[in-house]
């Protein structure tokens, strides 16, 4: 079965430091461009960061250049989100997917900037 969990979420102050996990199973995880989404309540899930498959080319949102670092291993099948420096702007649930017809989603990992 194809499945993605993350893990990885919770409370951070403004300034501190997290990192997301999304662990791939039931599919070739390498053969797969990756993203992260986030989304907060009204609003549509919106496109945080992108990953080529091998991890040689990466994309971001303008709104967190420069603060959240997509990454991933091949070998562990799992993509990761580093957060440095979060603003509370940043709170939302984060979701993996691997695109397809259709795109598949993890259950989503509640993240939280505040003081």
């Known amino acids: 079965q194809e499945q993605l969990v993350e893990s990885g979420g919770g409370l951070v102050q403004p300034g501190g430091s997290l990192r997301l996990s999304c662990a791939a199973s039931g599919f070739t995880f390498s053969r797969y461009a990756m993203s992260w989404y986030r989304q907060t309540p009204g609003k549509e899930r919106e496109l945080v960061a992108f990953?080529?498959?091998?991890?040689?080319?990466?994309n971001y949102a303008d709104s967190v250049k420069g603060r959240l670092t997509i990454s991933r291993d091949n070998a562990k099948n799992t993509l990761y989100l580093q957060m440095n420096s979060p603003k509370p702007e940043d709170t939302a649930v984060y979701f993996c997917m691997r695109p397809g017809i259709p795109n598949l989603w993890g259950q989503g990992t509640q993240v939280t900037v505040s003081s």
């Open positions: 990953i080529s498959r091998s991890g040689d080319s990466t």
